[in-house]
């Protein structure tokens, strides 16, 4: 399976996005999903775990929901120049790991 | 507190073989998958396998199948990315990381591995 994410998304300080993953086959639902937060020269970071469970020290701006469309979103509120980075989803299935291809978040 | 470092930056020519290891410490090795993650210049994450150090049993996606080995060696807490038959599009930074049930916790520093002619 895959997982298509928009390529990128930018908006003002103190807005709110959200960042779509579709799944292109079997329920979105079946299998848990998280999201990474990677910045230039950095490993990812995870920013939300098991579909919606923010990780210590990760700000409640961040929360992650599954949606009707075979989707999950990742939604952040009060954007912060910090937040610009690049988001991946993640999820699996019968051992197969896949990685969304990932959203450039621009704060400007 | 949990670590893994990785080796260092490696070059190679087209056809070669890379070992990337990856050394585990501030917990117990056995009791956590190992992943294996790259990332091409200005590319995603691409996922390129598991192993489960306890019992050393192995995933592995169809695109790497037989060119990907991953193995460990619990004495010394440590994993390992074997790559065969190098191409200039393997060039990438490595990645391992932990998984905790199905979150991918803690990550490596990151080994680049170019390939080159």
């Known amino acids: 399976f895959m997982l298509t994410q928009p390529h990128s998304v930018s908006e003002s300080p103190g807005k709110t996005i959200t960042i779509s993953c579709t799944r292109s086959?079997?329920?979105?639902?079946?299998?848990?999903v998280q999201w990474y937060q990677q910045r230039p020269g950095s490993a990812p970071t995870t920013v939300i775990y098991?579909?919606?469970?923010r990780p210590s020290g990760v700000p409640d701006r961040f929360s992650g929901s599954i949606d009707g469309f075979n989707s999950a979103s990742l939604t952040i509120t009060g954007l912060k120049t910090e937040d610009e980075a690049d988001y991946y989803c993640?999820?699996?299935?019968?051992?197969?790991?896949?990685f969304g291809g990932g959203t450039k978040l621009t704060v400007l | 507190q949990v670590q893994l470092v990785q080796s260092g930056a490696e070059v190679k020519k087209p056809g070669a073989s890379v070992r990337v290891s990856c050394k585990a410490s501030?917990?117990?090795?056995?009791?956590?998958?190992i992943h294996w993650v790259r990332q091409a210049p200005g590319q995603g994450l691409e996922w390129m396998g598991r192993?489960?150090?306890?019992?050393?049993?192995?995933n592995y996606p169809q695109k790497f199948q037989g060119r990907v080995a991953v193995t460990r060696d619990t004495s010394i807490s440590t994993a390992f990315l074997d790559l065969s038959r190098l191409r200039p599009d393997d060039t990438a930074v490595y990645y391992c990381?932990?998984?905790?049930?199905?979150?991918?916790?803690?990550w490596g520093q990151g080994s680049l591995v170019t390939v080159s002619s």
């Open positions: 501030g917990y117990t090795f056995t009791s956590f998958y």
């Open positions: 192993i489960n150090p306890d019992s050393g049993v192995t």
């Open positions: 098991e579909d919606n469970k």
């Open positions: 993640h999820s699996y299935d019968s051992g197969i790991w896949v």
């Open positions: 086959s079997g329920s979105i639902a079946n299998n848990y």
């Open positions: 990381a932990r998984e905790e049930y199905v979150n991918f916790d803690y």
